[in-house]
């Protein structure tokens, strides 16, 4: 043995040694559950591309928020599924909406568990885009950023009202945190903070989400609103554009592509950051699962761990709920 002094070995031994040295830890209390809340449904309904997540009746996301809590889990993050969707998606900002609805019936009864209200058009609009439509010329349409505003506006005052305890824009229109900070400042919501979805890539990995929200586009693309995925240093500058504009928390989407784009991020602003780990790494991993190619346990747990070792304060992840049992 030549250089006995660079035997890591010695300090990889036994379990107690590594724990001893070990760099990055994750709890349960770092983790948020994304769930998706359905208008007038009284059932669990399976998401096929995602084995274990259905969508919910507001009951039954109160029975699993009890559940979550049990775990250790301290967050949730909602996505609406509205009885019907129209060009503006006013369904996002009504405030007998499904979010506002499964929020109130959450925070009543179980006031500790941190409410995260998803902000975006999407999953309200009849053509699936995450703002409202201009025809700029013969017919091409495009999706009116500063118009789109004041509707983002409207829903963060809706959800801060019904209780929300972070309003979370995910639909990338320019300008908008500002715009939701005046607006949650101008209604007394002074102390209701914006977790902002900063650098959020246009990622094939959606694609089970759109499944389960039906907010797939109708035509084109979210490339005019959602970053290249070629562009980290751009990730950075959008991310402190936010900070500039009020953002308290920022976001990396999706997580496991873009672990250097995590730690650019939290070294270059010092902001607590988030990152989603989507449902397309959820799939893909429960399916490889499914095939016998994959260890659950041990894939997931590495996963997280990578997350949280690229800087990620956070993670929002489908697997919060096994992890938390594995952690515990
Ligand atoms: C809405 C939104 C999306 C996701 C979260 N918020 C889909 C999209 O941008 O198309 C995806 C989350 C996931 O894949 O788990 N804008």
Not at 156 to 175: H, K, T, V
Not at 236 to 264: C, F, H, N, Q, T
Not at 268 to 288: C, H, I, Q, R, W
Request: hydrophobic content about 45%; glycine content about 8%; proline content about 5%.
């Amino acid at each position: 043995m030549p250089f006995p002094q660079t035997r890591m070995r010695r300090l990889r031994a036994t379990r107690a040694l590594r724990g001893l040295i070990r760099e990055t830890e994750i709890s349960a209390a770092d983790l948020i559950y994304p769930m998706f809340v359905a208008h007038g449904l009284d059932r669990r309904e399976p998401i096929e591309a995602m084995p274990g997540v259905d969508r919910l009746s507001i009951a039954h996301a109160v029975e699993e928020v009890g559940e979550l809590a049990a775990l250790g889990i301290p967050a949730v993050l909602l996505f609406g599924i509205p009885a019907s969707k129209d060009a503006e998606g006013s369904g996002a900002w009504d405030d007998e909406g499904i979010v506002q609805l499964a929020t109130r019936a959450i925070k009543e009864a179980h006031p500790d568990t941190i409410v995260i209200a998803d902000l975006c058009l999407c999953e309200y609009t009849d053509h699936g885009h995450c703002g409202v439509l201009r025809d700029v010329s013969d017919g091409q349409l495009t999706v009116d950023n500063d118009a789109t505003l004041e509707l983002l506006a409207r829903t963060a005052i809706s959800q801060a009202r019904a209780g929300a305890d972070l309003i979370a824009p995910s639909d990338m229109m320019d300008g908008r945190v500002g715009a939701i900070r005046q607006a949650l400042d101008e209604d007394g919501l002074t102390d209701t903070p914006i977790l902002s979805y900063s650098a959020k890539f246009a990622s094939a990995f959606y694609g089970p989400f759109r499944e389960a929200a039906g907010s797939t586009p109708s035509f084109g693309d979210r490339r005019g609103y959602q970053m290249d995925p070629a562009n980290g240093a751009e990730a950075v500058r959008e991310s402190k554009l936010d900070v500039d504009e009020g953002a308290d928390m920022l976001m990396v989407k999706p997580a496991l592509p873009y672990l250097d784009v995590i730690r650019r991020v939290k070294d270059e602003t010092g902001m607590p950051l988030a990152a989603y780990n989507v449902s397309g790494e959820y799939a893909m991993v429960k399916a490889a699962v499914a095939a016998g190619y994959l260890d659950e346990r041990a894939t997931v747990l590495e996963a997280l761990t990578g997350i949280r070792r690229a800087g990620a304060d956070v993670i929002i992840t489908y697997h919060a709920k096994d992890a938390a049992r594995w952690l515990q």
